[in-house]
């Protein structure tokens, strides 16, 4: 009981919090919310910690918060990791708001609603009702959207960003509501508890019909193609700490959300659904990963980079459902073990990513890596952190990312062989699409990282660029810290994560994975020693830099220039850019990009065989917006033009349709009556 | 290379390959690039004809990379800088930048008359000066052309093989 009384106190000082935010003073208001959600978090993590500890749900009742329905809370195992999660990214990402609050966080507005977006944020992991459940996701949805516009004043692409962000999300809470509804219609009963227990005798039809619209629903959220496109037009625009958290955070509860109908409340599914699922993430990993590789601007980069990493959690959950289906509990869970941790790993690291991101545009005003450059030399500590957490995105031992991908890989190639035909064709080619994501995010963050880190300063504003506040610092350093530990030691985590997986597939027996220091998958050849791996690394970093010392020749090393083929005129503007380093990845993929290039030459007017100047534009915008979503724009704005015709604004017009319309129901009454 | 003496060697080899005597050691007194020297060929505004001898002494007949030289694409993947032709105003900035860009120990060896001391180009309104002139030489080759064995024999002084 003390464990439920610590959720509502959670909710109580978040709730406070966004109190504090909207009527302290300006001066006050952002470090007071801070402590305030802070200790929301601390109160919200005790009580994820116990229920994963002890395995017993917490459930918490009440009729008179909200008429009708009342509210029911269950915080189980499986949401008890999603809170932990959303902690981790809430903490760090509140300590860096008090740095960066003048820069659009210190509004009373904002100071009010963004503690409100964690508490929501917390909460949807606990809901144990349909009707609660929406109130959070809706209360989640429309804090995030507000957060989007604190900027809307200054930039017209924050307020177009928003209403991008406000109907996906919306399209997507109405294909929710419907499943549940449906769900619930078919229960007698509108609490999880209920649906879980009658959802498994439904006629298959409308089961395949719940889980399709939560796919859409949930996959709108978390960002899966082709409903990404919010992702990198919103993330860009809201301030750094919310788009740390919208990334970090809020997209993995879209995969809570699939985990929870497809696992949870409907108990799995046929083949087929799950095939839908891991293509889905094949899809957004390849386009997210091809996006990242190819984007200039830093925080559009870091987005499409979140549609790949959550295209590889849906490929896992795909997988785990694949293998439920096909009678492979121990490989279910293994894929499943792998999704929870890919989502850890991507919080810390998007997270860190993000925020540094934040300290980029914050010291030069600017997020387009065209226009950055040399920051390492004049942001040491941010320009460090960001490498590693690039270090970590990229999957390199001994930091977190490869974990994650080391056992999604272990699932993926020891079910090669289920010996179902459509696993068969499907697993292969996700391991394919695995590996070229890989490949993909390490030319992405390779470009983040090279281009706006070293090199020399491409603008004023960059050669002008000073460290950012220590809490700043210290916030990436937190989530950087996360990474190393879940990269030297994932084993810390696996015991809960293995008991959030045992409740999303209860039938379960053996454990997966060996607990100890090293890794071990049960029952499978998969051994991994993170420890050991750390261990030798360091030894060898160690070893080669002292040896190198020891040998070395010349004590001083000569500085001269960097090479430039000797022209007598070399700026910093003919560095490798952004640009040009995406263009071979952009020429390959170019049937997928489809980027328009547009070459313009003036010739002098005496003669054309003298150029006066040219110019060249390159621009890769999202070809799923500009060929499934644009057609779609067209239509509705052409339905909108039709139906002005009904309403020109002519009173006499407006009392004849009162007329007819009475006219109708009277003749209607007549006929039947 | 007069056409005749060409078809001369060719008529003379079963190998394609000139057979050349042994390596004069007294050339150089670094002993630091001995048995490798990798080369970046300046040209600092030659007539191109030390660049056809060049050439030729990297292509089948003469084959200097039996020698351990080598021509590679950067001053930075260099050993040495091969500069012919009197330094032009053009050339004087990017034959001091490509020197000052090889990675030291390093050679600069002045291929032809006009890199030692301009030649027939001496006093040239577009001439600086001569190759030592700018930056220090380490080998100078005369001739004008020199003659490819005359090269050759140049860089197996520094390569000693």
């Not at chain 1, 210190?106 to 609603?113: I, P």
């Not at chain 1, 499943?336 to 998007?350: E, G, I, M, T, Y």
């Not at chain 1, 320009?383 to 031992?397: D, E, H, K, T």
């Given at each position: 009981m003390t464990a439920g009384v610590l959720v509502v106190v959670g909710a109580l000082l978040g709730l406070g919090a966004?109190?504090?935010?909207?009527?302290?003073?300006?001066?006050?208001?952002?470090?007071?919310?801070?402590?305030?959600?802070?200790?929301?978090?601390?109160?919200?993590?005790?009580?994820?910690?116990?229920?994963?500890?002890?395995?017993?749900?917490?459930?918490?009742?009440?009729?008179?918060?909200?008429?009708?329905?009342?509210?029911?809370?269950?915080?189980?195992?499986?949401?008890?990791?999603?809170?932990?999660?959303?902690?981790?990214?809430?903490?760090?990402?509140?300590?860096?708001?008090?740095?960066?609050?003048?820069?659009?966080?210190?509004?009373?507005?904002?100071?009010?609603?963004?503690?409100?977006?964690?508490?929501?944020?917390?909460l949807v992991p606990t809901a144990g009702s349909v009707a609660t459940f929406m109130v959070l996701w809706e209360l989640m949805a429309l804090t995030s959207l507000l957060l989007v516009l604190v900027d809307h004043g200054r930039s017209e692409a924050s307020r177009s960003a928003a209403t991008w962000y406000a109907v996906l999300t919306h399209v997507g809470a109405a294909a929710i509501l419907i499943g549940f509804l449906i769900l619930a219609a078919h229960s007698g009963g509108q609490t999880f508890a209920a649906i879980a227990v009658h959802a498994r005798h439904l006629a298959s039809g409308v089961r395949a019909l719940v889980f399709m619209l939560a796919l859409v629903g949930f996959g709108s959220k978390a960002g899966a193609v082709p409903f990404h496109v919010w992702l990198p037009k919103a993330h860009p625009e809201?301030?750094?700490?919310?788009?740390?958290?919208?990334?970090?955070?809020?997209?993995?509860?879209?995969?809570?959300?699939?985990?929870?109908?497809?696992?949870?409340?409907?108990?799995?599914?046929?083949?087929?659904?799950?095939?839908?699922?891991?293509?889905?993430?094949?899809?957004?990993?390849?386009?997210?990963?091809?996006?990242?590789?190819?984007?200039?601007?830093?925080?559009?980069?870091?987005?499409?980079?979140?549609?790949?990493?959550?295209?590889?959690?849906?490929?896992?959950?795909?997988?785990?459902?694949?293998?439920?289906?096909?009678?492979?509990?121990?490989?279910?869970?293994?894929?499943?073990?792998?999704?929870?941790?890919?989502?850890?790993?991507?919080?810390?690291?998007?997270?860190?990513?993000?925020?540094?991101?934040?300290?980029?545009?914050?010291?030069?005003?600017?997020?387009?890596?065209?226009?950055?450059?040399?920051?390492?030399?004049?942001?040491?500590?941010?320009?460090?952190?960001?490498?590693?957490?690039?270090?970590?995105?990229?999957?390199?031992?001994?930091?977190?990312?490869?974990?994650?991908?080391?056992?999604?890989?272990?699932?993926?190639?020891?079910?090669?062989?289920?010996?179902?035909?459509?696993?068969?064709?499907?697993?292969?080619?996700?391991?394919?699409?695995?590996?070229?994501?890989?490949?993909?995010?390490?030319?992405?963050?390779?470009?983040a990282v090279g281009i706006g880190f070293l090199g020399r300063p491409r603008s004023a504003s960059a050669d002008e660029a000073t460290e950012v506040p220590g809490t700043m610092r210290v916030a990436v350093g937190l989530l950087v810290a996360v990474c190393v530990v879940l990269g030297v030691a994932p084993t810390l985590i696996f015991p809960a994560v293995e008991r959030a997986v045992r409740t999303a597939l209860p039938g379960l027996r053996t454990p997966v994975l060996a607990h100890g220091v090293d890794l071990q998958v049960v029952g499978l050849r998969g051994m991994l020693a993170p420890a050991a791996l750390a261990g030798s690394l360091a030894i060898a970093v160690v070893g080669v830099m002292v040896l190198r010392r020891a040998l070395s020749r010349q004590p001083t090393p000569r500085v001269v220039e960097a090479w430039g083929c000797g022209r007598q005129l070399q700026t910093a503007r003919m560095q490798y850019t952004a640009t040009s380093f995406a263009e071979p990845v952009q020429r390959v993929f170019d049937d997928v990009l489809r980027p328009v290039q547009d070459l313009d030459v003036t010739h002098v007017a005496e003669s054309r065989y003298v150029i006066e100047s040219v110019t060249f534009a390159n621009t890769v915008d999202d070809a799923i917006e500009r060929g499934l979503y644009a057609p779609v724009i067209r239509v509705v704005r052409h339905w909108g033009q039709l139906s002005r015709r009904l309403q020109p604004g002519s009173v006499h017009r407006y009392l004849a349709y009162g007329l007819g319309a009475l006219v109708i129901v009277l003749v209607a009454v007549a006929v039947m009556g | 290379m007069s056409l005749s003496e060409l078809g001369r060697v060719l008529w003379r080899s079963r190998r394609v390959t000139e057979p050349l005597g042994s390596v004069d050691a007294s050339t150089s007194g670094s002993r630091d690039l001995v048995g490798s020297l990798q080369l970046r060929h300046v040209d600092a505004g030659s007539c191109n004809g030390c660049e056809i001898e060049i050439a030729s002494v990297f292509g089948p007949v003469y084959d200097a990379e039996r020698f351990g030289t080598r021509l590679v694409a950067s001053p930075r993947h260099a050993d040495g800088v091969l500069v012919t032709g009197p330094v032009t105003r053009n050339m004087a900035v990017p034959l001091i930048k490509t020197v000052e860009a090889t990675p030291q120990p390093r050679v600069v060896i002045a291929v032809g008359d006009c890199a030692h001391d301009c030649g027939v180009f001496r006093g040239g309104y577009g001439v600086v000066g001569s190759v030592s002139d700018l930056v220090p030489v380490d080998v100078s080759i005369p001739g004008c052309p020199p003659h490819p064995t005359a090269i050759i024999e140049a860089l197996r002084g520094i390569t000693r093989r």
């Open positions: 966004a109190t504090a935010g909207a009527s302290l003073p300006r001066g006050l208001r952002v470090p007071a919310a801070a402590a305030l959600i802070w200790a929301a978090c601390g109160c919200e993590a005790a009580a994820a910690v116990h229920v994963l500890a002890t395995g017993r749900p917490i459930v918490l009742r009440s009729t008179e918060l909200l008429p009708l329905t009342g509210v029911t809370l269950v915080l189980n195992t499986l949401g008890g990791v999603f809170v932990l999660l959303v902690v981790m990214v809430a903490v760090p990402a509140v300590l860096y708001g008090i740095g960066y609050a003048r820069h659009g966080l210190d509004t009373r507005t904002a100071a009010c609603v963004f503690p409100l977006f964690i508490t929501a944020l917390f809201a301030p750094s700490p919310v788009s740390a958290l919208m990334s970090g955070a809020m997209v993995a509860l879209g995969v809570y959300g699939i985990v929870l109908v497809g696992d949870d409340l409907l108990g799995g599914g046929p083949v087929w659904w799950w095939l839908v699922v891991l293509v889905l993430g094949g899809a957004s990993a390849l386009f997210g990963s091809l996006h990242a590789a190819s984007s200039t601007d830093l925080k559009r980069l870091l987005a499409y980079s979140t549609t790949d990493n959550i295209g590889l959690v849906l490929l896992a959950v795909g997988a785990a459902g694949l293998f439920d289906a096909t009678r492979h509990p121990l490989l279910a869970a293994l894929s499943l073990v792998s999704a929870l941790v890919l989502l850890f790993n991507h919080a810390a690291f998007k997270g860190a990513l993000f925020l540094s991101a934040g300290s980029v545009q914050a010291a030069t005003g600017s997020r387009d890596l065209d226009r950055l450059g040399g920051l390492l030399r004049r942001m040491p500590q941010t320009g460090a952190l960001f490498l590693v957490a690039s270090a970590a995105i990229c999957a390199l031992p001994p930091l977190n990312g490869f974990i994650g991908e080391w056992l999604l890989f272990q699932s993926l190639l020891h079910g090669a062989a289920i010996g179902s035909t459509a696993g068969d064709i499907a697993i292969p080619l996700a391991v394919a699409a695995l590996a070229l994501t890989a490949g993909l995010s390490v030319v992405a963050f390779v470009k | -």
